[in-house]
């Protein structure tokens, strides 16, 4: 298994401002990737950080949006840019090696005023 | 979009009854993974089935999966009031897991 953890645990933030989320894996991982679950909702994949080269997006999210960084096996950040109260959310990094079990960091609560 | 399918989208039940819940999905996938996530905390992995193995077990856990009808089952027997939680299932079709609607089960006691 892999132990991951988040960094800041909860935020309220204002509008049009940007937050940085960290997520740090105790061991390598192949794959990294951040979901958003909104209140009451199931998760939603926003993208998959790769290792020294852009995320890969799924649809209905963007780049400028949703700036994600891998600089080793083991450290990712998403940031969450000029945000609106639409975007208050828990926010959840995620990673696994291959086809195996795929586990969760403890998430970022983000409320957005 | 969500993969799979969840029913029922709540569950209640006495402490001591077995619960089960089922996940439909749409297309091939590599494995199907259960996760229980507690009041809008972390998701806590349950168990894993790939798609060669038709039945898993783990405890109180017993996971079904029937690549034919595209659909699984996990079962809790015995449940206690602690099992009260959210249950998601996520298939892995292409590297990347896929999150079903989930089902809340409440288990009084």
């Known amino acids: 298994s892999a132990v991951i953890s988040q960094k800041p645990s909860r935020d309220i933030c204002q509008r049009g401002t940007s937050l940085t989320i960290q997520c740090q894996v105790d061991s390598q991982v192949t794959m990294m990737f951040w979901y958003r679950q909104q209140p009451g909702q199931s998760l939603t994949l926003i993208a998959t950080a790769n290792q020294g080269s852009e995320a890969t997006y799924e649809s209905g999210f963007v780049i400028d949006k949703f700036p994600i960084s891998r600089p080793n096996l083991t450290f990712s950040t998403l940031t969450v840019s000029n945000m609106s109260p639409e975007d208050s959310s828990i926010y959840l990094c995620s990673a696994k090696r291959d086809y195996n079990e795929q586990f969760f960091g403890p998430g970022t609560r983000l409320t957005v005023l | 979009s969500q993969q799979g399918e969840e029913d029922p989208q709540a569950l209640s039940i006495q402490e001591g009854e077995n619960a089960t819940m089922n996940c439909s999905y749409k297309?091939?996938?590599?494995?199907l993974q259960w996760y229980r996530q507690n009041s809008g905390r972390g998701l806590v992995h349950l168990i894993l089935?790939?798609?060669?193995?038709r039945e898993k077990h783990s405890g109180r856990l017993r996971v079904t999966l029937d690549t034919s009808k595209k659909s699984s089952s996990l079962l809790i027997t015995a449940s206690r009031a602690a099992d009260t939680a959210s249950y998601f299932c996520?298939?892995?079709?292409?590297?990347?897991?896929?999150f079903g609607q989930g089902t809340e089960l409440s288990v009084k006691p």
């Open positions: 996520a298939t892995d079709a292409r590297g990347k897991l896929i």
């Open positions: 089935i790939r798609s060669n193995e």
């Open positions: 297309t091939s996938i590599n494995n």
